[in-house]
């Protein structure tokens, strides 16, 4: 009964290779986000989807290529990994634009993926 | 997009009550502040969302003065478990904008014996 799901939780790989990470989610939401989050615990925004639309990029390396291919799964794609993208990668989701649970467009976060790049 | 700022660290004992205050001077008509609470190698999970005078949930209440100009997390009767990482958002929950919100840094409260 999972909300928000990650896979793998741990990634560790060598610098230059080209990894995945798969996130899905059951509770019907309509909008996906993709998080970086750094060693200091800051907490970045990397992507949004809304029904598979790509609607927030923020700056990031074009190495990184999110897919959406349908609105309860959105992938994170990373080519030619480098030292600096080791991170805690997280998924989440909401409901833009209206009342969900006891907030407006609550984000329901993933368990995390812990890449290390060596 | 408000830009807010919180303390970075908050020590408390057990049974203590932990405020944390959040300054967004720059609040816009339509924003409303949010607080997410982080526990150690999981995702942020939302714990309570205002936008003026006084929320309370059961887990905790959240502060918001007239001005809105800041905001206060108060966390009743800490326990060990509230150990956590906890972030203020300022944003307008009905815009696309929403998602472009930054967590920031957050405020790690630590809670001892």
């Known amino acids: 009964d999972t909300a928000v799901s990650q896979t793998p939780k741990y990634l560790v790989t060598q610098m230059g290779n080209d990894k995945s990470i798969k996130c899905e989610q059951n509770?019907?939401?309509?909008?996906m986000y993709w998080y970086k989050q750094d060693s200091k615990k800051f907490l970045k925004i990397m992507f949004s989807?809304?029904?598979?639309?790509?609607?927030i990029n923020e700056t990031v390396p074009n190495r990184f290529s999110p897919k959406s291919p349908d609105k309860a799964h959105l992938n994170l794609h990373i080519n030619s990994l480098e030292l600096g993208d080791s991170a805690v990668y997280f998924c989440?989701?909401?409901?833009?634009?209206?009342?969900?649970?006891?907030?407006?467009?609550?984000?329901?976060f993933g368990p995390g993926t812990r890449l290390t790049v060596l | 997009l408000a830009k807010t700022t919180q303390p970075i660290s908050m020590d408390s004992y057990e049974g203590q009550e932990v405020n944390i205050t959040c300054s967004h001077n720059?609040?816009?008509?339509?924003?409303?502040i949010t607080w997410y609470q982080q526990f150690p190698s999981q995702g942020p999970r939302f714990i309570i969302q205002?936008?003026?005078t006084k929320v309370t949930n059961e887990v905790a209440s959240l502060f918001i003065p007239a001005d809105r100009k800041s905001s206060t997390l108060s966390l009743p009767r800490v326990s060990l478990s509230d150990t956590a990482v906890y972030y203020c958002?300022?944003?307008?929950?009905?815009?696309?904008?929403?998602?472009?919100?930054?967590f920031g840094a957050g405020t790690q409260v630590v809670v001892t014996p």
């Open positions: 989440a989701s909401s409901q833009v634009g209206g009342p969900d649970r006891s907030s407006y467009n609550e984000q329901f």
């Open positions: 509770l019907g939401h309509d909008t």
């Open positions: 989807y809304n029904n598979k639309e790509l609607i």
């Open positions: 720059n609040i816009a008509t339509n924003d409303y």
């Open positions: 205002g936008y003026k």
């Open positions: 958002l300022v944003g307008d929950i009905l815009s696309d904008s929403w998602g472009k919100l930054q």
